[in-house]
């Protein structure tokens, strides 16, 4: 009776012993119900040996003093105004600025220990009715003192500006960058490719500390990277005649997009990265975010914040698992090129507050847990 004992004591032992290991099995569990952004361990030291991990920032996320949004100051050591350091925001007319906010959240972001990226100098969009139907007489000594005026204003503050935004358009490249350009872009209209280079200049000489960046979308496509890169080339090489004891280039930088979706493989990113190392630039990966379905699929939805249940059922719950399959691809090609990228910036926090919510592009869901992935994007680094 006593071994029989001794025997039930010993396996009821074990029993507890084997639920104490799931139990602790569950706890390590990745898709903990706690795994919210404010415990979560910080994204910026998790890759701090690679790159820097950014996001973008608006005038709520900001005191008079320091950045207030905890996301923010959890997980990120780069911050981009989404919106208030756009040429409409910053200028309503020639010579006419107002700074007010973007210097409000400039400050404080630097305060709180960030890197901030301007965004963005040139553009055909978002820009005030000054800009949109220049005189072309006029138009290289205003676009110049434009840039002068702004650089010059937060100078020793930015760490990198998006000099030039979207140049290119979707499709119909001619065998030439100069000729491929967007024709509803008002500097190319009034001056001619030579805005580019002229732009660019400009930002040099009224910061010469700042990284010059250009940015745009679409890069995944072969064609449209191969026009970006002879741009850079040529107006890089022609920097370097002009000043040859010039140790930087002018543009010193690219920033991939990156607005995804279910569509973009990650090889093709993979070799526009290999197409862009051969000019010896930084490369930034600037606005990421994937959508849970292709693009066509999205479409029918439209853009803004707060439409995170428009896609259900199937289409959701697969769609999620796709994401969080080509986030960890992505971040695994990223990861390969960190000799040469230097910022991974994600286009928002929560899924509610992405320009594309439909969708759910982001990291986070509304309610600030951490998706499948996250948990692709951190165990990219395994």
Known sequence: MKIKNLS?????????????????????????????????????????AKFMIGNIFNPSDVSSS?????????????????????????????????????????????????????????????????????SSSTALEDMKQYITDVVGHFRGKIYSWDVLNEAFPDGGYSSSWKTSMRTNNPWFKA????FVYEGFLAAR??????????????TDNSSKAAIIRDMVKEVNERYKKAYPSETRLLIEGIGMQEHHNTGVSASSIKNTLNMFKQLGVKISVSELD?????????????????????????ARTNGLKE?????????????????IIERVS??????D??????????????DGKAKEAYYSVIGSLK
């Open 346 to 351: 994600f286009w928002g926090v929560t899924d």
């Open 8 to 48: 039930l004591l010993l396996l009821i032992g074990l029993t507890l012993i084997g639920c104490k290991d799931l139990s602790d099995k569950k706890d390590d569990n990745i898709n903990s119900k706690n795994d919210y952004i404010s415990i979560l361990p910080p994204m910026k030291n998790d890759f701090a």
């Open 191 to 194: 001056i001619g490719s030579d």
């Open 66 to 134: 320091e950045v207030t949004n905890t996301a923010l100051t959890r997980h990120y050591n780069a911050l981009t105004a989404e919106n208030n350091m756009k040429p409409n925001q910053l200028s309503s007319g020639k010579g006419i600025y107002n700074f007010s906010t973007a210097d409000r959240m400039v400050d404080a972001a630097i305060a709180s220990g960030f890197k901030v990226v301007g965004h963005t100098l040139l553009w055909h969009n978002q820009i005030p009715s000054w800009q949109q139907n220049i």
């Open 290 to 314: 994937v959508l849970i379905v292709t693009y066509n699929e999205f479409s029918p939805y439209g853009h803004g914040p707060n439409k995170q249940n428009s896609i259900t059922g199937y």
């Open 353 to 366: 507050k992405s320009w594309r919510s439909a969708a759910l592009p982001l990291l986070f869901d509304p």
């Open 205 to 218: 000489l009224a910061d010469p500390n700042a990284i010059l960046y250009y940015n745009d979308y679409n």
């Open 323 to 339: 994401q969080a399959r080509l986030y960890g691809q992505y971040f695994k090609v990223y990861l390969e090129f960190s000799d």
